[in-house]
């Protein structure tokens, strides 16, 4: 359909990581940062790649410190899909 996500054009995002001819186009390494929680720390912010692609790290913060979490993540959330 229209809202599925293709790699290549060919195959739905869930199901190409399986997919040797699709292996250039898909990782199935993260990338994974070590912090311990603190106290002051304000929110944690898990997301893919899909908006990771349209924003930095300072813009996700921006974002969140601005309009807080829940209008935040709903900006960030149209940013990605744009």
Same mark, same amino acid.
């Not at 993260?30 to 790290?57: H, Q």
């Given at each position: 359909?229209?809202?599925?996500?293709?790699? @290549?054009?060919?195959?739905?995002?869930?199901?190409?990581?399986? @997919?040797?001819?699709?292996?250039?186009?898909?990782? $199935?390494?993260?990338?994974?940062?070590?912090?311990?929680?603190?106290?002051?720390?304000?929110?944690?912010?898990? $997301?893919?790649?899909?908006?990771?692609?349209?924003?930095? @790290?300072?813009?996700?913060?921006?974002?969140?410190?601005?309009?807080?979490?829940?209008?935040?993540?709903?900006?960030?959330?149209?940013? $990605?899909?744009?």
């Amino acid at each position: 359909g229209e809202g599925t996500l293709r790699v @290549n054009g060919v195959l739905a995002m869930t199901r190409a990581f399986g @997919n040797f001819t699709l292996k250039p186009f898909v990782t $199935a390494i993260p990338e994974v940062k070590f912090r311990k929680i603190r106290k002051d720390d304000m929110y944690l912010c898990l $997301a893919s790649d899909g908006l990771w692609e349209t924003v930095t @790290n300072e813009d996700v913060s921006a974002y969140l410190l601005h309009y807080g979490t829940h209008v935040g993540t709903e900006r960030l959330v149209d940013l $990605a899909l744009r």
